[in-house]
């Protein structure tokens, strides 16, 4: 009589542990994704910001072809959710780049440093680096924490049993 009831104690306890650890392995990975959407969001608005840029400076100022289809390959490749998140933040890295020399050459020409919504636009670009910097930083917190959780028990065994995957922090490579 005692045997089915510790059979059925250590079944009822297994269950409990399985189920706690799933929604916790849920809720970690919810929290990786949803720091991502931030990130992600910002590169959406930043391309936006990119062209509004372009059209700003165009009566002013000629942006060259070249530096024209950089933006454009690092606006659609920071954008694409098809990219690797890493090469998404590298290619937002790059565009930072560009946009600080497109920026650094239009402070030579005060016609479109006088325009207030080039000064908007600049404003705009600058909190935006800024909240992607966050996020990166919150998106990495959040992806160590998940990493960690899932590599101790219980919840170890059920991440392999419902194959929970390690994610990838995302390197910064402008400081």
């Known amino acids: 009589m005692t045997f089915p009831i510790i059979l059925g104690i250590a079944i009822l306890t297994a269950l409990i542990f399985w189920f ?3 929604y916790y392995l849920l809720k970690h990975l919810t929290d990786v994704e949803d ?7 910002q590169f959406e608005r930043r391309k936006i910001m990119v062209k509004e840029l372009e059209g700003v400076m165009e009566p002013y100022a000629s942006i ?10 690092k606006t659609n490749v920071m954008t694409s959710p098809f990219e690797p998140r890493n090469e998404r933040m590298e290619a937002n890295d790059e565009l930072a780049l560009v946009l600080r020399d ?14 207030e919504s080039y000064q908007e636009i600049k ?5 935006s680096a800024k909240r992607i910097s966050f996020a990166r930083k919150v998106y990495n917190r959040s992806v160590t924490k998940y990493n960690r959780i899932i590599q101790v028990y219980p919840t170890k065994f059920v991440s392999s049993l419902h194959n929970f995957k390690k994610r990838e922090s995302i390197d910064t490579l402008i400081t």
């Open 20 to 22: 706690i650890g799933y």
């Open 35 to 41: 720091a991502w959407e931030l990130i992600h969001r």
């Open 64 to 73: 060259t072809y070249e530096t024209k289809e950089k933006l454009e390959e």
């Open 102 to 115: 497109i920026l650094e050459s239009a402070e030579d020409q005060p016609q479109i440093t006088a325009l």
């Open 123 to 127: 404003k705009d670009l600058e909190d």
